[in-house]
């Protein structure tokens, strides 16, 4: 197995994405067990991983349309998923009712974010790097979340799951908006 041949499916780059999908995964169970700081800390190390196998892909030409779809997946998962699902649980909801439209909105965050991967690749040649982001890149937005969450839980600044939710809404507007973020 070479992890220097562009087309394994298992190179290096590949490898490094396939690292993220496991913490993105294993931070989820952690956020089932309100396990919170453990699944931030799997998502931090998703993060760093989201940076090394692009940075890994270009240094030795392993870029493919395989590996840019693995990236949007892994995405997917630590940068969407993962952080609807820790701010969405651990806010203390009080009513079903409130939790259905609470929820509601936190679907509409994962489908935003999805949506913006889906949009990103069909614009994205493998290997290629645009100056700009149109709109905010999904790792961004779950750090929008992460904060929401220390604003929530660890400096008590934003106490109504509503106001968090209303933000999480625009976090999500955001995602496919016009805004333009450099590519750093």
Not at 81 to 89: G, H, Q, T, V
Request: charged residues 15%.
């Amino acid at each position: 197995m070479n992890l220097f041949d562009p087309y394994n499916r298992f190179n290096l780059a590949n490898s490094i994405t396939f690292a993220n999908v496991a913490c993105g995964v294993i931070a989820l169970y952690f956020v089932t067990q309100k396990e919170f700081l453990i699944a931030i800390i799997l998502a931090w190390i998703a993060g760093a991983l989201d940076i090394a196998d692009g940075k890994v892909a270009r240094k030795y030409k392993l870029s493919t349309e395989f590996g840019v779809q693995l990236d949007s997946f892994a995405d997917f998962l630590s940068f969407v998923i993962m952080p609807a699902f820790l701010l969405f649980y651990s806010l203390d909801i009080q009513s079903k009712f409130a939790t259905f439209l609470i929820g509601t909105i936190f679907i509409y965050y994962i489908i935003s974010g999805l949506r913006r991967l889906v949009e990103f690749n069909l614009k994205t040649d493998a290997g290629s790097v645009d100056k700009f982001f149109t709109g905010v890149p999904t790792p961004l937005g779950a750090i929008l979340l992460w904060i929401l969450y220390l604003l929530h839980h660890s400096f008590n600044l934003i106490s109504s799951p509503w106001i968090i939710a209303l933000l999480t809404a625009l976090i999500a507007w955001s995602l496919n908006s016009k805004i333009k973020i450099p590519h750093p």
